[in-house]
């Protein structure tokens, strides 16, 4: 990840996903989850796991973007809105969501 300055804008959520860890349709959900980064816009995506005990989410994603605008233009994007319907609603059992900008 870059560091965050300026207009850019960090998108992070952490989640737990309805299936077993390793199982085939929590694999095909990550796979999915990272083909977001295909989108225009998304300059970075890196899907990762918690090695911690200190709380109950045990994945997580963050993406990266120039500014609130590309951020917008991803959260409406037609490939965005199906892997949420499609995917997101069915699969993640729990989950929270934080998007940041540079203090300064």
């Known amino acids: 990840m870059t ?6 804008v960090r998108h992070s959520v952490v989640f737990t996903l309805r299936h077993e860890e ?3 349709e ?5 796979a999915a989850l990272a ?7 998304v300059e970075e995506l890196e899907v990762v796991r918690e090695v911690s005990p200190k709380n109950d989410y045990r994945l997580g994603v963050a993406m990266e973007f120039a500014d ?8 409406g994007h037609p490939d965005h809105v199906a892997f949420v319907r499609d ?8 989950f929270m969501e934080i998007d940041f900008e540079a203090l300064g």
Do not use: H, K, T
């Open 3 to 8: 560091i965050l300055s300026g207009p850019r």
């Open 22 to 24: 390793g199982s085939p």
């Open 26 to 30: 929590a694999e095909a959900f990550l």
């Open 35 to 41: 083909a977001l980064g295909d989108i225009d816009g």
């Open 68 to 75: 609130r605008a590309a951020y917008e233009a991803y959260n």
């Open 87 to 94: 995917r997101w609603d069915a699969d993640v059992a729990d």
